[in-house]
Every structure is written in structure tokens, then in C-alpha cells.
């Protein structure tokens, strides 16, 4: 197994190096606050913490699947207890036919429907705290998955997984560290999540569509508007354009350009010239899972096409392998298979974004949790096997939890009140008493609105040879954390400003241990097969 893999990535690597030139040099000595040198995000798709992790570290083990045992002296986490798995608020009557206790998906229903993340669906679902309404206000009945009764009905966002489907996320978790109290820096879908990844700010949407203006974005206050949906970035040629915005303000691209320092968004599907096996090519280039078969690339989950200084409109393809994570005709916007040829070639840049092909990105629907595994480990793994390994660590974390329950309410560190917030009472997610007013792109903005969070709570892992093991972060992180864990390592702690939620986030360097006694981690090295998420041997 391990042996094709490495086969399929030299294929690969050697596919985009014939296809650009080497180029002159470039080396990267930018300083960092701590031993890592190259940090690899990868941003997967709509799960909930107690979706995967609900049940971690006890896996059902049934014959036939891939077993899962812990370690001895395993942390416990904020999962499901007796009573959350036994009389569950969720059985509340006024979920109608959808009430319901937590249940495990076998690993046989991997496939399943999407539910409803909406912003305002989200808060109704939390109901103050109560945590008792997702099937009512986020859950979607329909198949797949195939099997009748509570499968079939609303109560389907109940559903969780455990270690014997998302085998390689619970292995992770045993030799690296994970958190248990990780958000969604706001409430509501994917584009929300990829911006508040890479500028901890929502507020600041221009140019906005008259689709756009239908679903996308909410009165912000003082003139402005705030992203609360998933509106496609403006002048993107793979973009919808009657649902288009673009973003005013600065992002972490715009910082680290100024400083110097390496970095790159990788997507897949991004490169408009490759033919698929299956013949599809250009925007309608597509793959095939088990899920069925999608479009690879989805502009609204591009990271840095929102802003003209940071975007890649045309998909344009960069001059040369060493251009890749600098300056040149891609503006840092370039295909997933780019990543794996700048890496191989010995030009790795200091940050860089992941972006699976949709169908392995792990949004239900048209991704699921297999096929996510799939694409999670060949990254890893095959970044465990390069030189700097030593001085790498990967961030596993999502943009939104989809409508999957979870039980954990989250805390609201700013609050919003206008016509779409419901969490609590019409027209309130919060209160001014309990929460940090943040102000918007405008700082005559004082208080932007339709930013109310932390939502959901959500799966974040670091997996590094610096990463303390077997360790479980209790502190409070939400997705503007790796931001800022990118502005203290690189940037010495400069910070967006405008109002970035960056400004009130944690760190996630308390997932790291970077004490000499850390130096005895070096070969700590995890190498998973794909398909079972089992070590190999």
C-alpha cells in the first residue's frame, strides 16, 4: 500500500515538474519565533467535534471493521457521557418525528446527507444554550444513507462516528495533540470559516450581487455588510456570477507578503488545464468517490479569492516550480498538485493552505469521512517522509460543523443583534453584558454585526514531531487561532487590526512542546495506511 502511494505522489510531482520550468532559486530564511519552519494547514469540510470524537477514545469494534484500541493512560475528552448518549435534550417533542438520542453511523453509512448550517439556523438549534433543537432547525431527512427509521428522518444529524470509520483522525489523536474545545469563530457555513481562518473577519463584503444580496450577507452596521452564507468570489472565472461578493480589508497573505515570507494556497481542482482521468477539465474538472462524483473545485472554499490582492482570478499558473509560495503571475493561488512538486523539489513554503478535491474533503453529501481519510494521510504521510519534517506541523481543522450535533455549548465572545440572530431571543445571539464588542472593517464601525460567535464546536488536531502526545488541549480555540499562531511565529505578533477576531483568540501554541525534552520526538514519526487508518508496519 505504502509503496503505491509513494509511487502516485512521484507520478505527480514529476507530472507538474515537466510541465514548469525550475527557474532561478529562492530561499527562505524568514526567523520564527519557535522551531517550526513550515506550517501545513489543512482545512477540511463541515464536521462537528462530537461527530468524530463523541465517543473518543472507546471505539463499538465490530468484526469486519478496522479496530481501534487505545493507549494506556488515554485522556478523556469533553465527549458524550450516559446521559447525553441515554436522554438526550434532542429528544425533545418538538423535534417532531426527528427526536432522538445520539447514535453510531457504521462505518458501512459513511455516506450521508448534508444538514442545515445556516447562521441563523445554527443559533435557533442551540435554543439559549439548551442545545435541544437540531433536528428542527438543522437537520435534513433523506437518503443516502439507505436504511430506514431514524436514518430517514430529521434526527439523522444525531449521527456520529467513531474510531472505526475515522480510524486515522482517532490514531492522530493518540500519537499527537488534539483539542476538545475548538470553535467556529462564527456561526454559519463554509465561507464564514475560510475567511475568519484567514482574517478573523467577516465584516467588509463589496461589490455585492443581486443573488448575493438575496442570502449571503446581512446589514453589518453603519453602512457595511457582513458574510453570514456562501456567496462566490467576485471575478473568480469559475464563479457564479449572480452570487458574487468581494472582500474589503487585510488577510494573513497580505501580512506575510509584507514580511517576506513564503506562502501559498493550494486547491484542488485549481489548475484549468489538467484533463482528469475521467476527461473533465477547466472549471468542470471532477472526481469520483464513494459519495459519487463532484466538481474538485469549489470557488467559495478558496481561501484568498475574495481580496484582489491576494486572488488569482483566472487561475493563472505559476512561471516555474520555484515561483511557487513567492511572488509571480498566481499571486500564491495555485493547484493541490503544486504543493506536492514545490515540496518534492525542495522549495516548501512556509505556510500553506490545503484544500482537498471536494469529494475528499469530508462535507456529507458529496464527501464523507473515507475518502476524507484518504486524502489526509497521503498528505501526511507523505510529508513525514521529507527532510523537514523536522521543523513541519500540519493543523487538521474545519470551516463549519454542517448541523452534526454537539453537545458543547460554545462561549460567545461577541455578540450581534439584527434580523438573522436567534440564539438568544429574536433577533439576539448574546448580550453586550457577557461579550467583547468587536468593531468592523471600518473602524468607525464600532461593533460590526452578523458576526455572532464562537459557533459550533469543532475537531482541531496538530501533528508534528512538536506536538505533546497523546495530549488533549482543553483551552478555548476557534479557527482565527491558527491565524494567530501564524502572526507570533512569523510576524513577531503583528495582527490583522480591522476588527480580526485574531485579536481576543488564543494560540494553539499550547498543543506544541518545545523544550529539549521534545528533542527525543524527532523520529516520531505516524505512517497510516490510507484505507484502514491503521500504523503500517
Known amino acids: 500500500m505504502l509503496s503505491r502511494f509513494r509511487k502516485s505522489l512521484a507520478v505527480i510531482a514529476a507530472a507538474v515538474l515537466t510541465i514548469l520550468p525550475a527557474g532561478p532559486a529562492f530561499a527562505d530564511g524568514s526567523p520564527t519565533a519557535t522551531p517550526i519552519k513550515h506550517l501545513v494547514v489543512i482545512f477540511q469540510e463541515n464536521v462537528s467535534f462530537d461527530h468524530y470524537f463523541g465517543t473518543y477514545p472507546v471505539a463499538l469494534n465490530p468484526a469486519g471493521e478496522p479496530a481501534f484500541h487505545a493507549q494506556p493512560g488515554t485522556p478523556s475528552v469533553n465527549g458524550f457521557t450516559p446521559a447525553l448518549l441515554n436522554s438526550n435534550p434532542n429528544l425533545n417533542p418538538a423535534n417532531d418525528g426527528g427526536a432522538t438520542n445520539p447514535f453510531r453511523l457504521d462505518r458501512s453509512q459513511a455516506v450521508t446527507r448534508d444538514q442545515g448550517h445556516g447562521y441563523k439556523a445554527e443559533q435557533s438549534a442551540f435554543d439559549n444554550g439548551l442545545m435541544d433543537l437540531f433536528p428542527k432547525f438543522v437537520g435534513r431527512a433523506g437518503s443516502p444513507p439507505v436504511g430506514g427509521g431514524i436514518l430517514s428522518t430529521t434526527g439523522l444529524n444525531l449521527g456520529y462516528f467513531d474510531g472505526n470509520t475515522v480510524t486515522a483522525l482517532w490514531n492522530y489523536a493518540q500519537h499527537y495533540a488534539m483539542s476538545d474545545n475548538s470553535y467556529s469563530t462564527v456561526f454559519g457555513p463554509s465561507t464564514p470559516g475560510l475567511l475568519n481562518l484567514v482574517s478573523g473577519q467577516t465584516n467588509g463584503a463589496a461589490n455585492i450581487s443581486a443573488g448575493a ?4 450577507v446581512v446589514d453589518g452596521g453603519n453602512g457595511s455588510f457582513s458574510v453570514i452564507s456562501d456567496p462566490d468570489p467576485l471575478g473568480d472565472v469559475c464563479s457564479q456570477p449572480a452570487i458574487t461578493v468581494s472582500m474589503k480589508g487585510t488577510n494573513v497573505g497580505d501580512l506575510l507578503s509584507a514580511a517576506g515570507v513564503s506562502w501559498g494556497s493550494f486547491m484542488g481542482g485549481f489548475n484549468l488545464s489538467t484533463v482528469n482521468v ?26 484568498f479569492q475574495y481580496s484582489s490582492t491576494t486572488s488569482n482570478p483566472t487561475h493563472a499558473r505559476p512561471a516555474s516550480i520555484s515561483e511557487i509560495g513567492h511572488d509571480g503571475p498566481a499571486n500564491h493561488n495555485y493547484d493541490l498538485t503544486d504543493f506536492f512538486a514545490a515540496v518534492s523539489a525542495g522549495n516548501y513554503p512556509a505556510v500553506s493552505f490545503l484544500k482537498a478535491p471536494a469529494f475528499q474533503d469530508g462535507h456529507a453529501g458529496y464527501s464523507n469521512p473515507l475518502d476524507e481519510q ?3 494521510v497521503n498528505v501526511i504521510n507523505f510529508l513525514q517522509q521529507k527532510t523537514d519534517w523536522s521543523s513541519t506541523a500540519v493543523v487538521i481543522l474545519y470551516d463549519d460543523s454542517d448541523g452534526w450535533y454537539d453537545h458543547q455549548m460554545s462561549p460567545i465572545v461577541n455578540q450581534s443583534h439584527g434580523p438573522l440572530d436567534a440564539l438568544s431571543g429574536t433577533g439576539f445571539c448574546g448580550s453586550a453584558a457577557d461579550s467583547t464588542a468587536l468593531p468592523g472593517v471600518d473602524p468607525t464601525n464600532l461593533h460590526a454585526l452578523g458576526r455572532c460567535g464562537y459557533g459550533p464546536r469543532q475537531p482541531l488536531l496538530v501533528v508534528s514531531r512538536w506536538s505533546r502526545t497523546n495530549f488533549v488541549d482543553h483551552s478555548v480555540t476557534d479557527q482565527s487561532s491558527v491565524l494567530r499562531f501564524i502572526e507570533d511565529n512569523w510576524l ?3 495582527r490583522i487590526g480591522q476588527g480580526s477576531f485574531d485579536a481576543i483568540a488564543n494560540s494553539i501554541t499550547q498543543m506544541f512542546d518545545f523544550s529539549q525534552n521534545a528533542q527525543a520526538n524527532q523520529g516520531n514519526l505516524l505512517i497510516l495506511d490510507p484505507n484502514t487508518g491503521h500504523p503500517v508496519q
Open 213 to 216: 444580496a438575496g442570502f449571503a
Open 278 to 303: 475521467n476527461g473533465t477539465t477547466g472549471c468542470a474538472r471532477s472526481s469520483t468517490g464513494l459519495s459519487g462524483t463532484t466538481r474538485d473545485y469549489i470557488p467559495h472554499h478558496a481561501f
Open 374 to 376: 484518504t486524502f489526509v
Open 492 to 494: 513577531g505578533g503583528e
